[in-house]
């Protein structure tokens, strides 16, 4: 007979590993379901949400890729503990210092819990509209399902299910990259939060070579990632600051990775768009080059060259991919597309300068991070978009900013963490050993993220004058819309960066990439409630 102990593991393993793939698309589609129901006249939102869960129910029975490694429960524990610290210490819930980003986020939380859906301005700011004239046009998809709950007990309740939700996303997502590496859960968890490009060694050069002030390696607290224009996030900082976007792409492209068959690869895509549509550009790359792999290199030298075309093509067009991800993908994008801002996306000027900062940038962020993967890589033709996709997200501004490659690329940057993982894993080479130094070296910026967390929620507790006693509301506009010069010292006297309130305190322009006129959107015509 098997001990209690041996059992408990043998469980442990096969319940997270038979339902991983199962949690992982309710956690997505749960909230697009809302959103249907939420947001759209009952005649389309219930047809399209009774689909999904056909869908869902079909696809119930796919297994992903190979079984999890086992599991104890101490190492269970470990990882439930050690996450939550992580999502309390990104500010998430309230708990602990939120960067400066979370003021548009508290405000448009804020938002769909106060104002029924779809959520319709009157006033913003000092403008009065028509009713029904502007919404809120944004990715909010995050939100829906605490903001739902927030309706019913309230703003702080609201936040509790938020933290919830996004340490539910954590743990699938160390799930999901334990699946694919063939890892432990807490080497897996420790390789998501301390994953990142060696900025430590571009604040240096920055501050030597162009006479940077910010950022710098004392105090430990500082944004390491401003060294540049642009940057890739690191995954720390990704939840730190941009974990709307960010967590469901995770889940998305760990999904996407651990797929054995295409017939739901395209749906899930799609719900990384209404989460993030410019990471999903990025997400994209990694779809194609899937796409092409089945083709160009199959994996089933037993079958015909003309039976591997029509198994291949057979799974990308299955129901779930084409009626399910296309609904959601044309839904979404008439949504977006009801935003009017106007955002110029422009070529950046090619200069010497400009060239030797995308080489150094390249070079301490992902280039080394690339090849170390190459020897290993020579039969996926991402690795070969990888590159390409990479340096063209640096090359354009919306708007005068490096949005784009800040947030395209979140996928790429997490399929070099698994390829990374793959190596230092389970090699043992020079190769391996490198990329381990280099890692070291970039594991820096996380920890500066969280050394800045903790320095600001310690000093708030002890401090005796915080929570100034102003309204915070009713501050001018461009001061609170003003973005700080150094994080570290955003808020001063508070925890939560709540400055904001709401997005209707601001005059249109303010808030334009969030809130549009939308009398002439075919979306609002047609699609969604009054």
Known sequence: MSSPDIRMKEKLSLTSSCNLFRASLIYLILPFVVFCLGFLHWYIGFPIGFLLAFFTWKLWKTEAGSELKHSTRKEWIWLLVLAAVWVILSGIGGYAFQNFDFNSRNAIFRDLINYRWPVYYTTLGTVTFPSGSQSMVYYFGYWLIPALIGKLLGWQAANFILYLYTLIGVILTVLLISKK??????????????????????????????????????????????????????????????????LPVWICAGLILNLQENRSTFLVWSLCFFYAPIPALGLAVLVIGRFLNGFIFPTDSMTSP????????????????????GLITILCYLFYRSNAAVSTTRLVSITPVFIFQIVLFSLLEWTLIWLCASRFRKQDITWYLMAPTLL???????????????????????????????????????????????????????????????????????????????????????????????????HPGTLTADDWCSLSTFDPDMVSDYVSDISNSFFFRYIAKP
């Open 306 to 325: 003309r039976e591997r075309w029509i198994s291949q093509l057979r799974d990308w067009l299955s129901l779930e991919n084409l009626l399910g991800g």
């Open 392 to 490: 063209i997200s640096l090359l354009f501004t919306v708007s005068d900013v490096y949005i784009i490659s800040r947030r395209a690329p979140i996928a790429m940057l997490f399929l070099l963490l698994v390829w990374s993982g793959e190596i230092i894993f389970h090699e043992r080479s020079k190769i391996s050993i490198a990329l381990i130094l280099m890692l070291a070296v970039g594991a820096l910026t996380p920890l500066f993220e969280i050394d800045r967390s903790i320095y600001r929620t310690v000093s708030y507790y002890l401090s005796s004058t915080n929570e100034l006693t102003v309204d915070r509301c009713s501050a001018p506009q461009e001061t609170r819309r003003s973005f700080p010069s150094k994080p570290e010292q955003a």
């Open 181 to 246: 590496v063939r890892a432990g859960l807490i080497p897996s968890l420790f390789l998501l939060v301390f994953f990142s490009g060696m900025d430590s060694v571009g604040a240096l050069i920055s501050s030597s070579v162009f006479t940077s002030p910010y950022p710098t390696l004392w105090p430990p607290i500082t944004h390491l990632e401003w060294w540049q224009s642009f940057q890739f996030s690191s995954f720390t900082t990704q939840l730190f600051w941009v974990f709307n976007q960010s």
